[in-house]
T-cell receptor, first 113, second 113 residues
């Protein structure tokens, strides 16, 4: 079964600084990959997804992620962080033949003024 | 388009009591999921429906948890009797079909006293 590791439990960045959140996955074939964001007291909102094709995917709110098969990674990036980006971020991996999606434990992002 | 609706938003019960959660997915979404999200962890899939049939309930504690999706639309998740370790946020999600991105509701926060 697939699995996801998010090595960073908590990250703090200054507003305007760049951001990279790490995600490593384990799956025997080419996976479906997702990044979700969760604000306090709310459900998860899809930021972006990778199914196939271009390995650099663009998402909402200025986020992007790059699928690197050789490193089994799907890191999330944003060039300039806004205070409103403070939230919990979850990476998820899904299988192509079903929807058994596994989530990482999440990375909490704090944005300093 | 209206999102996934869940109710109640919050529920406090004592251990050994029963509780039920309700979910109304996005119109036209055939696949519905229930997740359990314990504080500090990513969501864990409890059960997946395709229309009104169960696709995957391998992680559902069937001795105390039950779920149904009558007529392939709304769904209810029940816990009876509740244990302290059931304290979590219960998230409902839906997707057009298996393999497509999932859309999440805001969840029900359950506290067991």
């Amino acid at each position: 079964a697939q699995s996801v590791t998010q090595p960073d439990i908590h990250i703090t960045v200054s507003e305007g600084a760049s951001l990279e959140l790490r995600c490593n996955y384990s799956y025997g074939a080419t996976p479906y990959l997702f990044w979700y964001v969760q604000s306090p007291g709310q459900g998860l909102q899809l930021l972006l997804k990778y199914f196939s094709g271009d390995t650099l995917v663009q998402g909402i709110k200025g986020f992007e992620a790059e699928f690197k098969r050789s490193q089994s990674s799907f890191n999330l990036r944003k060039p300039s962080v806004h205070w409103s980006d403070a939230a919990e971020y979850f990476c998820a991996v899904g299988a192509r033949n079903n929807n058994d999606m596994r989530f990482g434990a999440g990375t909490r992002l704090t944005v300093k003024p | 388009e209206a999102g996934v609706a869940q109710s109640p938003r919050y529920k406090i019960i004592e251990k050994r009591q029963s509780v039920a959660f309700w979910c109304n997915p996005i119109s036209g979404h055939a696949t519905l999921y229930w997740y359990q999200q314990i504080l500090g962890q990513g969501p864990k899939l409890l059960i997946q429906f395709q229309n009104n049939g169960v696709v995957d309930d391998s992680q559902l504690p069937k001795d105390r948890f039950s779920a149904e999706r009558l007529k392939g639309v709304d769904s209810t998740l029940k816990i009876q009797p509740a244990k302290l370790e059931d304290s979590a946020v219960y998230l409902c999600a839906s997707s057009l079909e298996v393999g497509q991105p999932q859309h999440f509701g805001d969840g029900t926060r359950l506290s067991i006293l």
